[in-house]
C-alpha cells in the first residue's frame, strides 16, 4: 500500500483559533486544513509567531476554554475530537496521540520525578504494575539517549540539564507507543549527536508501530531528511504545502524562498552572509484578510489586499497571486537554480 492510499489518521477543516483581548476576539489561526495518514510524517514549519504550536495545542484540547475559541472540523480516526469532553480528550491524549512539547520545564511537574511521572502516564493508560511501569520507563531513558537512566529516573526535573529535560518529556511521548506523536520542536536544546538519535528514535516509532508524526521544527535540514509533506505556515495561515521533494525543489510562495534563502548553501562557494526575510511576522490583531505576508514581500502589489487565491501544481498548493512563468522567473531573484534545482 502506498502513503497515499493509507487511511487518513486525522483530518483538519477549517481550524480557526481566536483568543479575548481587550479588543475583542482576536483570529491567531485562520481556515487552517491539513490531514494526516498512518505512517506519514507531516513537518510544519516557519518562523516563531506563525501560529505552528497554537494549532497543534488547540487541535488537542490543551487551551483554555474559557478564553479561547476553537471553530472548525478535527477528525481522529473518523471520530470529531474538538466537542469531545476533558475526560474523553485524555482518553485520547498520551495514549493514542503523544505530545512533545517545545518547553520541558513546563511539561513536567516539579515536585516528582521524572521516573513517577513517564510510569504514571504508561498505567494511566494500560494496565500494568508499578514495578513494570518503572523499568519501561528507565528503558524509555536509555533509548532517548540519557547516559545513566537507572539513576535519572529518581531525579526531579530541577536535577536535570535543559537537553535532559527535553529526553525526559520525548520518552513521556513515546511511552505507549501513540499512533500520532505531535512534536513540537522535539530537538530543541540538544546537541547534534542527540538529535540524531532522537530523530532515529521517531523513524524507529514509525517503522514499528506504524505512527505518523506531526513535526514542527525550525530546521529545514531535518524537514528535507525525515518529511513526506510540508506545510509552510505564515500569520496564522498554511501559505504552502506539498510533498517534501517537490516542495525543494521548486517552491511556490515567496515565503517558503525566503526560508530556503536564509539556509546555507550545501554546494559552491561559501556566502558571506546569508540572506534574511526583511521585517517581522506580524502580531494576530495586525493580520487583515489579504496576504499576511505582504507587507514583507518584494513582489507585493495592490491585488494582495485581497485575499490569495489557491494557486496548484501537481501536489503542491500555495495562497499566491503569482502564476508560471513570472513566479519562475521571480523565484531566480531570490534562490540561485543550484538551491532549488
Known sequence: MTAAEKPILLDVNGLT?????????VKAVRDVSFSVREGEILSI????????????LSLLGLHDRKTTRVDGMVAFRGRGILDLNPSELRRIRGREIGLISQDPMTALNPVYTI???????????????????KKRAVELLGEVGLSNPQEAVDRYPH???????????????LSCNPALLVADEPTTALDVTVQAQVLDLLLRLRKDFGSAIILITHDMGVV???????????????VERGETEAMFKSPLHPYSWGLMGSIPPLTGPRL???????GMPPTPDRIGEGCGFAPRCAFARPACLERPPLRMIG?????????????SALRRTVLSPEEFA
Do not use: N
Not at 483559533?17 to 476576539?25: E, I, L, P, Q
Not at 502516564?121 to 514495578?131: K, L, P, V, Y
Not at 528535507?224 to 498554511?238: L, W
Not at 558571506?272 to 526583511?278: T, V
Open 115 to 133: 521516573g513517577w511521572q513517564i510510569a504514571e502516564q504508561i498505567r494511566a493508560h494500560e494496565a500494568i504494575s508499578a514495578r513494570a511501569a
Open 17 to 25: 483559533v481566536s483568543f479575548a483581548t481587550d479588543r475583542g476576539m
Open 272 to 278: 558571506a552572509r546569508l540572506k534574511s526575510i526583511p
Open 224 to 238: 528535507s531528511e525525515v518529511a513526506d509533506r510540508v506545510a509552510v505556515m505564515y500569520a496564522g495561515r498554511i
Open 159 to 173: 536535577q536535570l540539564s535543559g537537553g535532559m529535560r527535553q529526553r525526559a518529556v520525548i520518552a513521556m511521548a
Open 45 to 56: 514549519v516557519g518562523e516563531s509567531g506563525s501560529g505552528k504550536s497554537v494549532t497543534l
Open 315 to 327: 501536489t503542491q498548493a500555495a495562497l499566491c497571486i503569482l502564476e508560471e512563468p513570472e513566479r
